[in-house]
């Protein structure tokens, strides 16, 4: 998946993955969302790169919608540019296989 971010970065557009695209918007989750997104939606991966938006530069194209569990989660109608990319990282998983998540995102 970091390749494919690759790409998006030099096009400047993420118009959706084939599942956003088949559910008519881009799935997004907050910070506090994002392991248990991880557990449920990759669990077949052993790395990935988690992208951080800047919601605001969407403007209204975001909504948020309940989904899992009837929390609120974020879901972009339209593309997002790569200007509204606000930094990558690389998570992967520890010899255990939990997913090492930054420390900003750490649940205590």
């Known amino acids: 998946m970091p ?25 997004l ?9 991880l557990v449920k939606h990759y669990n077949e991966h052993e790395r990935l790169l988690l992208v951080e938006i800047d919601l605001e530069a969407l403007g209204d194209t975001v909504k948020w919608e309940k989904s899992r569990g009837g929390a609120l ?6 593309d997002i540019p790569a200007s509204a990319v606000r930094g990558l ?5 520890n010899d255990e296989g939990d997913w090492v998540l930054p420390a900003e995102l750490e649940r205590d």
């Open 3 to 27: 390749e494919r971010w690759a790409a998006v970065m030099m096009e400047g557009v993420f118009s959706g993955d084939p599942h956003d695209v088949a559910d008519g918007f881009i799935h």
């Open 29 to 37: 989750s907050a910070a506090d969302q994002v392991e248990g997104t």
């Open 73 to 78: 989660f974020p879901h972009v109608y339209g």
């Open 89 to 93: 990282r690389h998570v992967r998983r």
